[in-house]
C-alpha cells in the first residue's frame, strides 16, 4: 500500500471514490457499512490540495482506495457544520488545554473503498495523515453521525480516538472526537 499526499491529477478519482460512499449517492445496501455525509466539488479538493496540504491517499494496485481530508479550521468554515463546531472548540479542554482553531484540526471525512476495509488501510492512511497534520497542530477533532456505527466504531476501536462529547446539529446527533497527534498509532 502506497500512502501520499493527493496531487491535482488525482482529484477526478478521489470523487469517484467519494461519489460511491456519500450518503446522497451510495447504495442503499452500502449504508450500513458506513458513508460520507458532506460532498465536495473539485474547487474544495484543489483548495485542500494547494493551501492545505490536507488530502491523503493510498493506492493499491495504482487504484485510490482510500482517502483522509485533514485541514484547518479556516478552511471547513464554509459549512455551517463546522461553524457550528468552531463556535464551541473553546468550551472543550484535551491534553490541558482549550481547544482552539490554532491548536485543532478538523480530520475527515475518510473514505475506504469496501474492498480493502479490514486490511490495516484505516488505520495506515491515519497514521500517515496524523503524523503530517502533527507538525501544524497538536490536537485533532472529528466528527461522527450516531446514524453510522461502523463509523464509530473504527474510529473508537480501530483509531482510538476519545470521544469528547455528543452535540446535536440540525436535527442530528453526532459524538466529538479527539486525538493527540504526537501519539503514532502504529509503532514504526
Same mark, same amino acid.
Given at each position: 500500500?502506497?500512502?501520499?499526499?493527493?496531487k491535482l491529477d488525482d482529484i477526478e478519482k478521489i470523487l469517484k471514490l467519494h461519489f460511491r460512499y456519500q450518503v446522497d449517492s451510495i447504495k442503499e445496501e452500502d449504508k450500513a457499512d458506513g458513508f460520507v455525509t458532506t460532498a465536495f466539488t473539485t474547487k474544495q479538493l484543489t483548495s485542500?490540495?494547494? *493551501?492545505?496540504?490536507?488530502?491523503?491517499?493510498?493506492?493499491?494496485? *495504482?487504484?485510490i482506495v482510500a482517502y483522509v481530508m485533514s485541514a484547518s479550521w479556516q478552511?471547513?468554515?464554509i459549512w455551517p457544520m463546522f461553524e457550528h463546531m468552531i463556535k464551541d472548540l473553546h468550551n472543550?479542554?484535551?491534553l490541558g488545554k482549550t481547544i482552539s482553531v490554532e491548536n485543532s484540526y478538523q480530520y475527515g471525512p475518510v473514505c475506504v473503498d469496501k474492498?480493502?476495509?479490514?486490511?490495516?488501510?484505516? *488505520?495506515?492512511?491515519?497514521d500517515f495523515a496524523r503524523e503530517k497534520m502533527s507538525k501544524?497542530?497538536?490536537?485533532?477533532?472529528?466528527f461522527v453521525n450516531k446514524i453510522n456505527?461502523?463509523?464509530?466504531?473504527a474510529h473508537k476501536r480501530k483509531l482510538k480516538l476519545e470521544v469528547i462529547q455528543e452535540f446535536e446539529y440540525n436535527n442530528n446527533q453526532y459524538y466529538e472526537m479527539v486525538y493527540d497527534t504526537s501519539k503514532a498509532l502504529k509503532s514504526k
Open positions: 500500500m502506497i500512502y501520499r499526499l493527493a485542500l490540495i494547494n *493551501e492545505e496540504q490536507g488530502l491523503f491517499i493510498a493506492i493499491k494496485e *495504482e487504484k478552511f471547513w468554515s472543550l479542554t484535551y474492498n480493502v476495509r479490514g486490511t490495516g488501510v484505516l *488505520e495506515g492512511i491515519f501544524r497542530f497538536p490536537i485533532l477533532v472529528t456505527p461502523r463509523s464509530y466504531q
